[in-house]
């Protein structure tokens, strides 16, 4: 079964960082860029950032580049996204999601809340 | 601009036709996808970047271009279509996702 499972979601407060992890499984990881979208909540989609299959390109929205990092470990099938100085706009719920062209499978999200 | 436009809501009568449209300079370039998302579930995938409709989705669902505008449409919609639908697409340097706002589909 193709599957991505997001983790490292929780309430962290204004100004700290977080690190958020996508395990990927039935699948060949390597064969796709992989993505980041977030979703506040009531709120639409938005996409946050890329890196490219072999890590030589990644991408970030505008609103988030300076506090964003994503990398991924091919050999344990595994992306990652560190966000810094988080925000309270920054809360919602992420997800990782595979490419090709579009957005053929994505998880079901980890829950980012940033509160004091 | 790099936006992409979407109406914030849309309702049609069961059985009834309905064209949801997503408006953006990088539509000239790129091809737009679209998903669903229905409530507490990840958005999935209806039309492709490339107006191919992926498996298990059903034929009443299918994309097309015109200009800066993309167009979802669902023939003859059900029930079970009332979703949120969002367009997505490059910006105009292409090194961007961006998605559209949302259309609030509602199936009376």
């Known amino acids: 079964e193709v599957k991505l499972v997001e983790s490292g979601g929780g309430l962290v407060e204004p100004g700290m960082s977080l690190r958020l992890s996508c395990a990927a499984s039935?699948?060949?990881?390597?064969?796709?860029?992989m993505h980041w979208v977030r979703q506040a909540p009531g709120k639409g989609l938005e996409w946050v950032g890329s890196?490219?299959?072999?890590?030589?390109?990644?991408d970030y929205a505008v609103s988030m580049k300076g506090r964003v990092t994503i990398s991924r470990d091919n050999a344990k099938n595994s992306l990652v996204l560190i966000m810094s100085n988080l925000r309270p706009e920054d809360t919602g719920i992420y997800y990782c999601t595979r490419s090709r062209g579009d957005f053929d499978v994505w998880g079901q999200g980890t829950m980012v809340i940033v509160s004091s | 601009s790099s936006e992409l436009t979407q109406d914030p809501a849309v309702s049609v009568a069961l059985g009834q036709t309905v064209r949801i449209t997503c408006q953006g300079d990088g539509l000239r370039s790129y091809y737009a996808s679209w998903y669903q998302q229905k409530p507490g579930q990840a958005p999935i995938v209806v039309v492709s970047?490339?107006?191919n409709r992926p498996s298990g989705i059903p034929d009443r669902f299918s994309g097309s271009n015109s200009g800066d505008t993309a167009s979802l449409t669902i023939t003859g919609a059900q029930a079970v279509d009332e979703a949120d639908y969002y367009c997505c697409s490059r910006d105009n340097s292409g090194d961007h996702v961006v998605f559209g706002g949302g259309t609030k589909l509602t199936v009376l």
């Open positions: 970047d490339k107006n």
């Open positions: 890196i490219s299959w072999n890590s030589r390109s990644r």
């Open positions: 039935g699948f060949r990881f390597d064969d796709y860029a």
